[in-house]
């Protein structure tokens, strides 16, 4: 960068602070969105440490008495085995089924693929409530309902054409002349999806394992539609104490929910090591940085 | 048979499709099916012949109301959510420090999910929350106003799951955007308002809409932050309210049914609606790469 | 190595969605032999080498290989090796492990596939990026490690599809220098697909020239270069000059055409008599300055090294391409004389 170069960039950036309305009220906004977050998240969290919070700007006294409380009342730990074990179970077996057809519809042309595309999309387009309480009268017939089985199947629906569209652009980078490259060099089919797909898949496989994992932690309504009361998430046990407020302390109920904020967050802090904030709700693919 | 085989893999068709068998069997079994089969249930109501469970709901104003109800809460939101993104994300489309900070912040309430935003939004707007307090102290308003357990609790919980959703999928659809088109029309001598609504806009217009309907899926399946930030027996028993009602306290699975087909019907309709106005704008390559 | 006396094509037809990319491709290639399938993008030459490949199955026709049918065989058991374009290197692998690859696909004891894949990567002179992944290559090295993934398997057949189009003027020509060496000490037979004649006639010892999916015409070099087999050929082949004329007499010896203000003489390329419409095609570097020939004025003039390319215009509207060593201005007005050896006569 020249010497002239720098103060004329200086004198606009210091243009656009004094003299646009439209960016005073952009920032604005923005600023008073995350005021409000904040508040949202910071009120939980002090409710969650107080002791005896009424009419005043901050509790009384300070305790974590909360904690351990909502830990036995609420036997948190088996919640959140559940809920480990459900997101895995969801995140291992969407993937495996996912991403083979994934492949399928980012590569080939075949009679009916529009149908087939449509299909895979419609679980995302639909409120799940919508295909949710049919989806739990069936598993009721069959008996799969309230119990873990019943909420893995419930939660796959959405997460099988997640994967599919998260993967689509990652194969789409993956050139086509690689596979026949392999398959000239004498692979096999399983030998070019295992040596040479797979290396190249993994980025996206992670990212569509992670962003998975996340939707499927804070999936509400098919959980909640097919869970017992041994199979609930976190998020489903969080809803049964809200809702039965009165009878708990407002401040465990508190505790409980920062529990699934601090479990949520870990899980971002991790997702966004491999993924972009914009994968997060939709596959579009960044500018390169 | 070789000639059968030849002519099915001319048309793409072989064994590598086998590949999608998994997948489309789950999406067969666990969503086709079950709606399907709720489809048909709704149409085997206890009484009232095969219409009757339709018929239930669409003769008492307490349920149909309640499509009424969705719809004022969840096309406001995704409106407002959307036409504040656009401005935003086209000051903050270009690259600058504390982008990347900015779009994770914005990821954190779409994480939250809806049952925490509730509880944060009854803490922080009841009326000793720490908005009302604020509003008291600064000599705005006398006495608390009243922001949970109605309408406004539930917009609100709206905005804040929605609105990130919004921004950052309208920000990428802003980035995929050639910005040497924008600089080609300045050469031409466009200032930025006519930059913005002759090239920007209309090259935006398609991920709008699809913004705008994703959005729309979100806050019109809107039910946990209905019932705990909400009124659910009134101003905000949205159709969730009514359809899981039906199915859990009165356990009439035809109208739980026939309402998720009401509700399913309605949504696809809106969206329809939305990508219909869509197909009447240019679609096509925005010049970026990717 | 596998090796064959030769490789025979019959009837190889590709049809996509009903139209034929390539129609009835029968062709014999000899052991050693390097064949170029020559022709302008969409002409059926990437189809033909896919469908040899076997990434492409066949509508109709066979390919035997000595006795053996191949076409029903996946691409893995033809035991054919293929240069891609794009050249298709594993992006995670380094050097070595790309060459190595199809070694250990075979199952090939280590040591052998260690002491295979040193030597294909010193053929091609790659032995301080041995350990370096392909993103770390500049493209004319990434090209020589393609080309060493495929002959490391000392295939039966090499496939390269466009190999050098990626490649920049000087690179692209000590390449095809690079690929002929290749060719003459390793012996392999080789199938060529490119669309730059110039590229195809320097490198190949017969040539297969495709248009809309049929064969035009197969020959050495020089039988495509002096004697075209059609018009389409001649035009591919660097006949700029296609004129439009009618035949005034035709003999054994010569055909007199005239047509445009202009009477040229040539050889007849198929049957004419005279009163039939023809196309009679020249090369720029065919017709010269000269006293006594068609009267035209320059309108460009291009510099091109050693010559200059003139376009000039006859007084009926007509264009000429032709060279010439002087450079005339535009608005010159001048005489051009054709070669009667070098003018080719071709009916419609």
Request: aromatic content about 8%; charged content about 15%.
């Amino acid at each position: 960068m020249t010497a002239i170069a720098v103060p004329a960039q200086e004198t606009r950036r210091r243009f656009r602070i004094a003299a646009s309305p439209g960016a005073w009220l952009v920032w604005g906004s923005v600023t008073f969105f995350f005021l409000m977050l904040a508040g949202i998240i910071g009120s939980v969290v002090v409710s969650s440490f107080g002791r005896r919070w009424f009419d005043t700007w901050l509790p009384e006294s300070w305790t974590t008495q909360w904690y351990g409380q909502a830990w036995h009342e609420f036997t948190l730990l088996d919640v959140l085995i559940v809920t480990v074990e459900v997101s895995l179970l969801v995140v291992g077996i969407s993937v495996l089924v996912g991403v083979p057809a994934s492949y399928v519809l980012a590569r080939r042309t075949f009679p009916g693929r529009r149908v087939v595309y449509l299909l895979f999309l419609l679980p995302i387009l639909m409120p799940p409530i919508t295909y949710g309480i049919p989806l739990a009268t069936v598993l009721y017939k069959y008996g799969l309902a309230g119990h873990m089985a019943g909420v893995v199947l419930a939660n796959l629906v959405p997460s099988i054409p997640f994967v599919i569209l998260t993967m689509t652009p990652f194969i789409e980078q993956v050139d086509p002349a690689i596979e026949r490259a392999a398959r000239m060099c004498g692979a096999r089919t399983w030998q070019v999806f295992l040596r040479i797909l797979a290396p190249l898949l993994v980025p996206g496989i992670l990212a569509a394992s992670i962003l998975v994992l996340v939707r499927t932690v804070g999936m509400f309504e098919l959980t909640f539609l097919t869970a017992g009361p041994e199979s609930q998430t976190l998020v489903v046990a969080l809803y049964y104490t809200m809702s039965a407020a009165g009878i708990r302390a407002q401040q465990s109920v508190d505790a409980m929910a920062v529990i699934y904020t601090s479990m949520m967050l870990v899980l971002l802090v991790i997702a966004l090591r491999f993924v972009n904030p914009t994968q997060l709700v939709a596959r579009v693919k960044e500018e390169p940085q | 048979m070789t000639a059968l085989r030849h002519r099915l893999a001319e048309r793409g068709v072989d064994r590598q499709l086998l590949l999608l068998v998994p997948g489309l069997l789950c999406v067969l079994t666990l969503f086709v099916y079950p709606f399907a089969y709720g489809v048909g249930l709704s149409f085997q109501p206890t009484h009232g012949g095969v219409l009757g469970a339709y018929k239930d709901f669409f003769t008492d104003a307490y349920q149909r109301d309640t499509i009424g109800t969705t719809l004022q809460l969840s096309l406001p939101a995704a409106f407002l959510n959307v036409a504040a993104s656009v401005p935003i994300a086209y000051r903050m489309r270009g690259r600058f420090r504390g982008k990347r900070l900015l779009t994770t912040l914005l990821v954190v309430p779409i994480t939250l999910g809806t049952v925490l935003t509730a509880e944060g939004l009854l803490n922080f707007l009841g009326p000793t929350g720490w908005l009302n307090r604020t509003l008291m102290s600064a000599g705005i308003i006398d006495a608390p106003v009243r922001l949970t357990n109605n309408y406004w609790g539930v917009f609100f919980s709206l905005v804040i799951t929605g609105f990130p959703f919004a921004f950052l999928l309208i920000l990428s659809y802003l980035s995929g955007i050639d910005p040497t088109l924008e600089r080609a029309a300045a050469t031409l001598g466009a200032g930025w308002w006519p930059r913005f609504h002759r090239i920007t806009l209309p090259l935006l217009a398609p991920g709008l809409a699809t913004t705008f309907c994703l959005t729309f899926v979100l806050a019109f399946s809107v039910f946990p932050s209905a019932i705990l930030v909400g009124d659910p027996a009134g101003t905000t028993r949205v159709i969730s309210i009514a359809a899981y009602h039906a199915a859990y306290e009165s356990y009439d699975y035809p109208l739980a049914s026939a309402i998720a087909v009401v509700m399913g019907v309605v949504e696809l309709a809106v969206v329809a609606a939305v990508l219909g106005v869509r197909s009447l704008f240019y679609t096509g390559s925005t010049g970026g790469k990717g | 190595m596998t090796t064959f006396e030769k490789l025979r094509l019959d009837g190889v037809t590709r049809r996509f969605g009903g139209k034929d990319a390539l129609s009835g491709l029968s062709l014999e290639i000899r052991k050693g032999e390097f064949i170029a399938l020559l022709g302008p993008s969409g002409c059926g030459k990437s189809t033909a080498l896919n469908c040899l490949a076997g990434l492409l199955p066949l509508s109709e026709g066979s390919i035997w290989q000595d006795d053996k049918r191949l076409d029903t065989l996946p691409p893995e058991r033809r035991g054919f090796g293929m240069v891609f374009q794009s050249y298709a290197l594993f992006p995670h692998l380094s050097v070595r492990k790309n060459v190595a690859f199809g070694l250990q696909m075979r199952r090939l004891p280590r040591t052998e596939v260690r002491r295979r894949t040193d030597e294909a990567i010193r053929l091609v002179r790659l032995e301080e990026h041995a350990t370096k992944l392909p993103g770390q290559l500049s493209g004319g090295q990434q090209q020589r490690v393609a080309i060493a993934r495929a002959v490391v398997l000392e295939p039966s057949l090499v496939l390269m599809d466009e190999p050098l189009s990626n490649l920049d003027a000087k690179l692209r020509l000590e390449m095809r220098t690079e690929i002929r060496r290749l060719h003459q000490s390793l012996g392999l037979t080789t199938v060529y697909v490119t669309h730059d004649q110039e590229e195809a006639l320097s490198m190949a010892d017969r040539l297969v020239v495709l248009r809309d999916g049929r064969v035009q015409q197969v020959g050495a070099p020089e039988e495509l270069h002096t004697r075209p087999a059609n018009r389409h050929v001649a035009d591919f082949m660097g006949y700029r000059n296609l004129l439009p004329m009618r035949v005034v007499s035709a003999s054994p010896a010569f055909v007199e055409v005239e047509g445009g203000g202009m009477t040229l003489r040539g050889t007849a390329i198929g049957e004419l008599t005279a009163g039939d419409e023809a196309m009679a095609g020249v090369r720029p570097e065919d017709l010269r300055l000269g006293e006594g020939g068609v009267p035209a004025t320059v309108e460009v003039v291009e510099y091109q090294g050693r010559e200059l390319a003139v376009e000039a215009r006859t007084e009926q509207g007509t264009m000429l391409h032709l060279r010439a060593a002087e450079r005339p201005s535009p608005g010159d007005k001048i005489s051009v004389v054709a070669d009667p050896a070098r003018v080719l006569v071709f009916p419609l």
